[in-house]
């Protein structure tokens, strides 16, 4: 499904984590056919993408190999925009919660949103402009089921992503965050292919089906657009209509 919004992005360097696949993937590619020069983050698959394109390898859910791909990348490049995609779900019931599983999503889900947050956002300051999205989630307003790391890690996105946007926003840089409702990526996979699951879902999207990669993306392209200037510290549901019911 194509993307009927388009903006300028001609002369400004995005750097999209997990962009091989699903959200970040489709951000990628609006970004560079809007005119970005992209460096996306991989842990492991090359992303398709083609034109200013710039794939960097490093597993994020290691703080030692994210801070050293930033400051690689931040050592070539003036940095305007980023977008925190890359995340983890791994889901148990609590009672049985594994303490190493509920790790690994903090990490991924917010410490390494944090550690790049401030490695890329500290440039932009000195600058006195950028623009930072934040991957959100339902199960930022939400507890979900079996969830419990995913949830609390997304909670947490959306606090942080208010709380960064209250102290640097006076100074230029816009942070936001977009709350994807369900979408058909790999992440879901599971759900989809559940009769079951995958029905009571949709009877609870007023719009009457899934989101696709590319919704999210348009979303994530006017957040970084001159459109949304005066956009600060937004958890924007992109959701058909979840919420609302
Ligand atoms: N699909 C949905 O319904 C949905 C809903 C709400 C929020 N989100 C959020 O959107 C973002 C993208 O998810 P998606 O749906 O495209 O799923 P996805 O599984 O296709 O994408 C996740 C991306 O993160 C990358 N990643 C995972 N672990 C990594 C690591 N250790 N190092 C580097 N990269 C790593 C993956 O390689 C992948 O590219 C996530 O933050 C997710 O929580 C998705």
Redesign the pocket.
């Known amino acids: 499904m194509d993307v009927p919004f388009t903006a300028d992005l001609t002369g400004k360097t995005a750097v999209v ?9 489709a951000v990628a590619d609006l970004y560079l056919r809007n005119g970005a020069t992209v460096i996306g ?5 090359k992303a398709a993408l083609t034109g200013a394109y710039v794939p960097v390898s ?5 703080p030692e190999q994210a801070r050293e791909a930033a400051t690689r990348i931040l050592a070539e490049h003036r940095v305007d925009i980023l977008v ?6 791994l889901r148990h019931p609590f009672e049985e919660f594994p303490v190493a599983d509920w790790d690994r999503v903090q990490q ?2 917010v410490r390494t949103v944090v550690e790049l947050t401030q490695l890329f956002g500290r440039p932009m300051l000195e600058r006195g402009s950028g623009a930072i999205v934040n ?5 930022s307003f939400t507890g979900g089921f079996t969830a419990s790391a ?1 949830a609390a890690s ?1 909670g947490a996105v959306g606090q942080f992503t208010k709380s960064v946007a209250n102290e640097w926003a006076p100074r230029g840089v816009r942070v936001n965050a977009v ?10 996979e599971a759900l989809v292919a559940d009769e079951t699951r995958n029905r009571q879902i949709l009877e609870r999207i007023p719009a009457g089906r899934w ?1 696709t ?1 590319q919704d ?1 993306a348009g979303a994530a392209l006017f957040l970084v657009s001159d459109a949304a200037r005066f956009m600060h510290g937004t958890v924007l549901p992109v959701d058909g209509g979840y919420l609302a019911r």
Do not use: C, Q, W
């Open positions: 984590t997990g962009a091989s696949t699903g959200i970040g993937h983050i991989h842990r492991r698959e490093a597993d994020l859910g290691d925190n995609n890359a995340g983890l779900n991924l889900n991957l959100a989630s339902m199960l995913y997304k709350a994807p409702g369900f979408v058909d990526t790999e992440m879901n989101g990669a999210i």
